[in-house]
């Protein structure tokens, strides 16, 4: 368990807010007469972006003394002080940075000391910097087990989430203070570490605001154009890649999961990927970087952008195909350490992050792979208006959906009991069972493929969801929702038995290993007029060996849970954070949510 020391910040006397950009009084620069040419700041007031071989373009790891204009928003800071728990900071470097990676530690920790420095000697500290230390804190508070959070509020006789709440607000506020483009890439790196504290606090349509202010400052630097020309050092370089790279993976995935457009118009970017070679620059030795599974996840991002409908959530079962082709290409280029069958565990040990985002790409893969085949869970398969390509492909989506809920499960053990906080593994187990349980509320003839293993899935969901509504008020909303889903289905003794009972992977039948039946059908259950070949080519390539888990931020309108047949349930339930993320009303559910009701 750390141990905290503290260190009293007052902002009033350390963080230098009153000089100009450019290093002018507001007297001199009143006073001063126009120039013959036009500078580089008169242009910036245009509205121009910077070059691409702007010295100043990139500002990776550099934190100047950037203050605002004296016109430029000055919070109270006679209430803003805080507490600052430098372990907090290593903490983060520790259990946190791995998972986004938006600081590269060695030099992060050399400037820290660098700020330390300043600090001790009475000198203006740049509110860029603090303001990231702030937000550094207050997502690493957020994430400490329970026995280390209880330290925290018994030494500073405060709750830790009104700890982690005047943390943002004293970095917004400082941020505040900051012009467009004046912060450097210090400034774009605590502007997404606000949208970390957003999701991590189930505020996604806050988090989905705070990424756009994060990705505008960073288009301001010219982050999204070629750094080729751009006269900065390697390093540099390298980090704008890294950054720029993480930036776009969040936006199409959070953007995907809150229905909304894209905030980076692709056509008009150049992409550049990380050499991830900063870990290890000797390239005899092979060190994983924690880069390489951001930028992955943006490889895929960008094949699945050129595939019609997807990006605008428009997904059916005829983009099956297509899909599945682009996931299974991107999945080939793995490293061996991410491998979805037998991959290399040596490293695991040495480098403890891997497994967790191993199961993360597991997750992403099977989670597009599945999209457009949700709407095989809730079709009814008795009728003759049901097209032919969905029959046929519903028990595909059968054996994707266990394979899947199994993924989900095993990626959020890597987080839980310590952290409930990870939404996107619960919500994934959720929205998945809940179109399990439509499959079973259309299951008129109780002839659905694997209808045991679908029974013991859900109870898997709803042990799980249990186990998390202990520590998070999402899980406990996702929970609450699924068992009223699951108590309305018409089920005999025995099958409800099944569903209630307390259950864990190990006591599970559904394996990937002895499920023979996989994510692929056998040529009798395809129709030859409407599947012309795809079905067979999508699911030869797609078999039960192939699972893996989702991420919370990747789901798109239409993957939530459209099209769940009408039950007439009543949830008289607080679903505020639910309906961030789904549209309740296309549900199909038939739901009375007094909340939302307008």
Same mark, same amino acid.
């Given at each position: 368990?750390?141990?905290?020391?503290?260190?009293?910040?007052?902002?009033?006397?350390?963080?230098?807010?009153?000089?100009?950009?450019?290093?002018?009084?507001?007297?001199?620069?009143?006073? +001063?007469?126009?120039?013959?040419?036009?500078?580089?700041?008169?242009?910036?007031?245009?509205?121009?972006?910077?070059?691409?071989?702007?010295?100043?373009? &990139?500002?990776?790891?550099?934190?100047?003394?950037?203050?605002?204009?004296?016109?430029?928003?000055?919070?109270?800071?006679?209430?803003?002080?805080?507490?600052?728990?430098?372990?907090?900071?290593?903490?983060?470097?520790?259990?946190?940075?791995?998972?986004?990676?938006?600081?590269?530690?060695?030099?992060?920790?050399?400037?820290?000391?660098?700020?330390?420095?300043?600090? $001790?000697?009475?000198?203006?500290?740049?509110?860029?910097?603090?303001?990231?230390?702030?937000?550094?804190?207050?997502?690493?508070?957020?994430?400490?087990?329970?026995?280390?959070?209880?330290?925290?509020?018994?030494?500073?006789?405060?709750?830790?989430?009104?700890?982690?709440?005047?943390?943002?607000?004293?970095?917004?506020?400082? +941020?505040?203070?900051?012009?467009?483009?004046?912060?450097?890439?210090?400034?774009?790196?605590?502007?997404?570490?606000?949208?970390?504290?957003?999701?991590?606090?189930?505020?996604?349509?806050?988090?989905?605001?705070?990424?756009? $202010?994060?990705?505008?400052?960073?288009?301001?630097?010219?982050?999204?154009?070629?750094?080729?020309?751009?006269?900065?050092?390697?390093?540099?370089?390298?980090?704008?890649?890294?950054?720029?790279?993480?930036?776009?993976?969040?936006?199409?995935?959070? @953007?995907?999961?809150? &229905?909304?457009?894209?905030?980076?118009?692709?056509?008009?970017?150049?992409?550049?990927?990380?050499?991830?070679?900063?870990?290890?620059?000797?390239?005899?030795?092979?060190?994983?970087?924690?880069?390489?599974?951001?930028?992955?996840?943006?490889?895929?991002?960008?094949?699945?952008?050129?595939?019609?409908?997807?990006? &605008?959530?428009?997904? +059916?079962?005829?983009?099956?195909?297509?899909?599945?082709?682009?996931?299974?290409?991107?999945?080939?280029?793995?490293?061996?350490?991410?491998?979805?069958?037998?991959?290399?565990?040596?490293?695991?040990?040495?480098?403890?992050?891997?497994?967790?985002?191993?199961?993360?790409?597991?997750?992403?893969?099977?989670?597009?792979?599945?999209?457009?085949?949700?709407?095989?869970?809730?079709?009814?398969?008795?009728?003759?208006?049901?097209?032919?390509?969905?029959?046929?492909?519903?028990?595909?989506?059968?054996?994707?959906?266990?394979?899947?809920?199994?993924?989900?499960?095993?990626?959020?053990?890597?987080?839980?009991?310590?952290?409930?906080?990870?939404?996107?593994?619960?919500?994934?187990?959720?929205?998945?069972?809940?179109?399990?349980?439509?499959?079973?509320?259309?299951?008129?003839?109780?002839?659905?493929?694997?209808?045991?293993?679908?029974?013991?899935?859900?109870?898997?969901?709803?042990?799980?969801?249990?186990?998390? $509504?202990?520590?998070?008020?999402?899980?406990?909303?996702?929970?609450?929702?699924?068992?009223?889903?699951?108590?309305?289905?018409?089920? @005999?003794?025995?099958?409800?038995?099944?569903?209630?009972?307390?259950?864990?992977?190990?006591?599970?039948?559904?394996?990937?290993?002895?499920?023979?039946?996989?994510?692929?059908?056998?040529?009798?259950?395809?129709?030859?007029?409407?599947?012309?070949?795809?079905?067979?080519?999508?699911?030869?390539?797609?078999?039960?060996?192939?699972?893996?888990?989702?991420?919370?931020?990747?789901?798109?309108?239409?993957?939530?849970?459209?099209?769940?047949?009408?039950?007439?349930?009543?949830?008289?339930?607080?679903?505020?954070?639910?309906?961030?993320?789904?549209?309740?009303?296309?549900?199909?559910?038939?739901?009375?949510?007094?909340?939302?009701?307008?």
């Amino acid at each position: 368990m750390p141990q905290f020391s503290y260190t009293i910040i007052d902002a009033r006397r350390t963080i230098d807010v009153s000089a100009r950009d450019d290093g002018q009084s507001p007297t001199e620069a009143r006073g +001063s007469v126009v120039s013959g040419i036009a500078t580089e700041h008169d242009f910036r007031m245009l509205g121009y972006l910077p070059d691409n071989d702007d010295p100043h373009a &990139s500002g990776a790891e550099q934190y100047p003394h950037y203050c605002p204009h004296k016109d430029s928003y000055r919070p109270n800071w006679k209430k803003q002080f805080a507490l600052f728990p430098p372990n907090l900071i290593q903490y983060f470097l520790s259990e946190m940075n791995d998972q986004y990676y938006c600081l590269y530690p060695p030099t992060f920790s050399h400037d820290y000391a660098t700020w330390w420095s300043g600090k $001790a000697n009475g000198q203006s500290l740049t509110p860029a910097f603090t303001a990231l230390l702030l937000h550094v804190c207050a997502c690493a508070i957020l994430y400490l087990d329970v026995e280390t959070r209880q330290q925290l509020e018994t030494d500073l006789g405060e709750n830790y989430t009104s700890l982690s709440e005047q943390y943002h607000s004293t970095a917004k506020q400082l +941020s505040n203070t900051i012009g467009p483009g004046k912060g450097g890439l210090t400034q774009v790196q605590q502007l997404f570490l606000g949208a970390i504290w957003y999701k991590t606090e189930a505020l996604f349509v806050e988090s989905w605001h705070a990424l756009g $202010a994060a990705i505008h400052e960073a288009q301001e630097l010219g982050m999204h154009r070629s750094s080729s020309k751009a006269k900065v050092s390697e390093f540099e370089r390298e980090m704008r890649r890294r950054i720029w790279c993480l930036l776009y993976t969040w936006d199409w995935q959070i @953007s995907l999961l809150l &229905s909304r457009p894209f905030i980076i118009n692709s056509s008009s970017c150049s992409f550049e990927i990380p050499s991830l070679r900063l870990e290890a620059p000797n390239t005899e030795t092979y060190t994983p970087s924690p880069v390489t599974s951001i930028s992955l996840q943006y490889q895929l991002g960008q094949r699945i952008s050129n595939i019609p409908g997807v990006m &605008s959530g428009i997904l +059916s079962p005829n983009q099956a195909i297509a899909i599945q082709q682009e996931v299974t290409r991107w999945t080939d280029t793995f490293p061996p350490i991410f491998h979805l069958q037998d991959p290399d565990t040596t490293h695991d040990h040495i480098h403890t992050y891997i497994p967790m985002q191993r199961q993360q790409l597991h997750a992403l893969a099977h989670m597009v792979t599945f999209m457009p085949l949700k709407p095989c869970l809730t079709i009814d398969t008795t009728t003759k208006n049901t097209p032919t390509l969905e029959k046929s492909l519903q028990p595909a989506a059968v054996s994707c959906a266990l394979n899947l809920m199994l993924s989900a499960q095993q990626l959020l053990s890597h987080f839980l009991p310590a952290n409930g906080k990870f939404h996107f593994a619960p919500f994934l187990m959720f929205d998945t069972a809940a179109y399990l349980c439509s499959a079973l509320i259309h299951d008129k003839h109780r002839d659905l493929p694997q209808r045991e293993k679908v029974l013991e899935c859900i109870s898997l969901a709803l042990t799980t969801l249990k186990d998390v $509504a202990r520590t998070a008020k999402t899980g406990a909303t996702c929970y609450a929702v699924l068992a009223k889903i699951v108590g309305s289905i018409s089920l @005999s003794a025995e099958e409800r038995e099944v569903v209630w009972s307390k259950r864990s992977p190990a006591t599970m039948s559904t394996t990937r290993s002895s499920d023979d039946a996989g994510c692929s059908l056998s040529e009798d259950t395809l129709t030859s007029g409407q599947d012309n070949g795809l079905v067979s080519r999508l699911l030869e390539r797609h078999g039960p060996s192939d699972s893996t888990p989702i991420d919370m931020h990747a789901y798109a309108n239409g993957l939530g849970l459209d099209g769940i047949p009408s039950t007439g349930l009543e949830l008289d339930l607080d679903l505020s954070d639910l309906n961030q993320i789904w549209d309740w009303d296309n549900l199909g559910l038939d739901l009375d949510i007094p909340s939302i009701q307008s």
